[in-house]
């Protein structure tokens, strides 16, 4: 029985190549492995290799011949044994070659799902009972002793978490708690130890990764979303990455431009990571805690000169916040102000000073970038018809312009004014300090944003 | 090794050998796409180091990785479906060549960033030592690999806390189309690791013979609690980096004298001879991993290409 030789695809790409030249004649025995014939694509000149054995009975495309479609048969081979036999030939027709294949299924079968954002419309805030005023370092480091002491799957690691007690301070007493195998000090190698620490979240552990701060998570970035953002994708599946990455995020005080960086709008980015930036005590303690026990890889994106504030926080043993969830900080009616992490704090200072000039600001702090709680703020600016954003980091695909577009996309018959964007200037962070100040988003900045369009 | 383990040996080998061949036919014919990456040639490394394993340790690597899987015990027709990218494959089509993992048979991936396996299996390894349990995490990675910055940072951090983990080195000789005469500074990549106390063994990684005494050596000092072992396997691909390889960096006499001189299976076949196994036996082999591997194919050719909706499955574990 002759089975016929196909015309290879050699690349992800190729559709068709040159027949360069044959290197077997008609009648020569062929083994698996023999280099038959030589083509050319665009890319290189290839060998092709016989996969099948016997006698060469035809040659059915001579050589120099150009534009030779994949999957044409270009010979035949007369005989072997029989047992290693080639492709069938209908099959190979009714594969289409690589670049061409068509989708089997139309576009409209898969609605694109808003799995950035959920539409659903807001809930009232749980009220947790009694509070008291604790500082946002104590906050993050009750959740992490809250969450060790009920899963001895969590664990803490990264620089100078353990001995040290921590770079900020934040694992203060956490390892004579729970001891050197729960609280490891790491050696200053974040692409190695973020590495390791997802492979022991394939496995089911649960850590929780310190970056001292985010500037020092770029070394790890490709650990962060080649491999624990999109490992359960790639698995169909099978096994995740149930791990937190926290750490101050953002300008601290004149520390210069490779420590002040804002990376908000890089992780919200990505599918397969879930990125939160608490502001208050309250924030901190329940966003950290449900980030703990979330069993997907989630970012927390801390702020270094918040970390001292107090803040009134609830004392109920079991005080989670929902990642997803915004908080109306302050309700108004004329203007919709967005904001999260340290410049919740601006935007209310800006709402205190608006509110003497008889303008009444609603004040929003998104708690979670990702997903975003767009209903939330679609909400708010249905009732205000106006939008101002508020980020310290830098304006170009910002989150800004993500929330933007989403009230064009949500609400834009409701809109009586263009959304207006409070954001870090496009500039390296300097040094000097009246140059840092006057980088970064102040109070008046707001309010003159706000006055711009009511 | 005594007749059975040889036989089981070049089962094992063997099956990978026609699967990686089929796989090649299939991308010729346009059914698998994008890269495709074949292990002929190398097959006694992962078949010798899987023989020294036991339940519950762990595999991991690079992205030519379907002989890995095959010798954990994933099923060949699930690999292969992944390959033709359908529903029944490991990942639901969603992975690819590059990307299928095996909670089950401890197979942690098919990565496809050079290098960034080797801190990984680390972390396997750490889940080891955290848990308290005597398995290892075996971590492959090439020799091309071997030169990235994690892989030191990552034997840093395994001897320091000396953590159950044997990296294995697959020295093929080319990262691509680099020799690694051209990017290695290191002339005994075995001595990788001195720096940080890492003992290292230089293995003849075409004897499948040679490949599982180094392993056994190296996973039982893992096994007592003495950190990591690193093993450099002598090895050689037959085939081009992926399938659009122009093969312009080597001479085709060179393979052809790998091929003909140093063969994995050729020389365990020769062993089983020479312990009096007769051909029919053998043919047997042949035969049965033939039907499997065509059996796969068929397969990974008939089964329905994966749902639309999966495209939205899997972004998050909703919890």
């Not at chain 1, 290799?49 to 001579?62: R, T």
């Not at chain 1, 419309?121 to 009220?127: A, N, R």
Request: a negative charge.
């Amino acid at each position: 029985m002759a089975t016929q030789i196909l015309m290879p695809a050699l690349s992800p790409t190729m559709t068709e190549g040159k027949l360069a030249r044959w290197l077997k004649k008609v009648g020569e025995e062929i083994k698996a492995g023999d280099v038959i014939a030589e083509i050319e694509t665009d890319k290189a000149t290839m060998e092709v290799e016989a996969v099948d054995e016997g006698k060469l009975s035809s040659i059915l495309v001579e050589e120099g011949t150009e534009g030779v479609a994949v999957n044409t048969p270009i010979a035949e081979i007369g005989g072997g044994d029989g047992a290693a036999a080639a492709p069938v030939p209908q099959k190979a027709e009714s594969a289409p070659p690589v670049m061409e294949a068509p989708p089997k299924s139309t576009p409209q079968a898969v609605a694109p799902l808003p799995i950035a954002a959920s539409a659903a419309t807001p809930e009232p805030e749980k009220d947790w009972g009694p509070t008291k005023a604790i500082t946002v370092r104590e906050a993050l480091r009750d959740a992490m002793a809250m969450e060790m002491r009920a899963d001895g799957d969590v664990f803490l690691m990264g620089e100078e978490v353990a001995q040290y007690q921590g770079a900020y301070k934040i694992s203060q007493g956490l390892l004579d708690e729970f001891g050197p195998r729960r609280v490891i000090d790491t050696p200053i190698t974040e692409h190695g130890f973020t590495g390791m620490a997802v492979g022991a979240a394939m496995t089911g552990l649960k850590p929780i990764v310190e970056f001292m701060t985010f500037n020092f998570a770029m070394q790890a970035i490709d650990q962060i979303i080649n491999s624990a953002a999109k490992t359960l994708y790639m698995s169909g599946g099978q096994m995740g990455a149930p791990i937190t990455f926290r750490g101050p995020n953002g300008a601290a005080s004149r520390v210069g431009a490779q420590h002040s960086q804002c990376y908000a709008s890089w992780y919200a980015h990505c599918p397969g990571l879930k990125v939160v930036a608490p502001w208050s005590s309250a924030d901190a303690l329940g966003l950290l805690r449900a980030a703990i026990r979330d069993p997907n890889p989630v970012i927390v994106l801390e702020n270094e000169i918040l970390y001292g504030h107090s803040f009134e926080c609830p004392t109920a043993d079991d005080f989670v916040l929902p990642i997803g969830k915004a908080k109306i900080e302050r309700p108004g009616e004329h203007v919709t102000i967005v904001a999260f992490s340290i410049m919740v704090g601006v935007a209310l200072q800006a709402a205190e000073a608006l509110a003497e000039q008889g303008i009444s600001a609603e004040v929003i702090n998104l708690r979670s970038l990702r997903p975003l709680d767009t209903a939330t703020i679609v909400e708010s600016v249905k009732k205000t018809s106006r939008l101002v954003t508020v980020e310290e980091g830098w304006p170009f695909a910002g989150i800004g312009a993500e929330i933007a577009m989403q009230i064009m996309e949500h609400c834009f018959d409701w809109l009586d004014a263009p959304p207006v964007r409070v954001h870090g200037l496009d500039v390296p962070l300097p040094y000097a300090a009246n140059l840092e100040k006057l980088a970064l988003p102040q109070v008046s900045w707001v309010v003159d944003a706000v006055r711009k369009i009511v | 090794m005594g007749k059975d383990d040889l036989l089981r040996a070049y089962h094992d080998m063997l099956l990978i050998r026609r699967f990686e061949e089929k796989a090649g036919q299939l991308y010729g014919m346009g059914l698998i796409g994008g890269f495709c990456h074949l292990y002929i040639g190398q097959e006694a490394v992962v078949v010798g180091v899987q023989a020294a394993l036991k339940p519950g340790d762990q595999v991991i690597t690079s992205y030519r990785d379907h002989g890995h899987m095959l010798a954990t015990g994933m099923e060949a027709r699930g690999v292969m479906a992944e390959l033709t990218g359908r529903s029944t494959g490991y990942s639901h089509g969603k992975g690819g060549s590059m990307h299928m993992f095996s909670k089950a048979k401890g197979f942690y991936g098919g990565h496809g960033i050079v290098g960034a396996q080797v801190s990984i299996g680390t972390g396997l390894g750490f889940s080891n030592w955290y848990r308290g349990t005597d398995n290892v995490s075996v971590t492959y990675f090439g020799e091309g690999a071997s030169n990235q910055g994690q892989v030191f940072e990552s034997f840093n951090l395994a001897a320091l806390m000396k953590l159950p983990v044997v990296f294995v080195i697959e020295n093929n000789r080319y990262g691509m189309g680099t020799s690694v005469e051209r990017a290695s500074a290191s002339k005994d990549l075995s001595k990788n690791g001195a720096a940080w106390g890492i003992p290292g063994l230089q293995v003849d990684g075409m004897s499948v013979v040679a490949v599982k005494e180094a392993a056994e050596q190296a996973i039982a000092h893992c096994r007592a609690g003495k950190g990591p072992f690193l093993l450099e396997m002598k090895t050689y691909r037959y085939r081009g980096h992926s399938m659009s390889d122009p093969a312009k960096y080597r001479t085709r006499e060179e393979v052809q004298k790998m091929r003909s001189e140093r063969d994995c299976i050729e020389s365990v076949h020769h062993l089983l001879t020479e312990q009096g196994v007769d051909e029919a036996e053998i043919k047997k082999i042949d035969d049965a991993v033939k039907a499997v591997v065509q059996e796969a194919a068929d397969f990974a050719q008939s089964s329905p290409e994966p749902d639309p909706k999966e495209l939205w499955t899997d972004i998050l574990v909703e919890a």
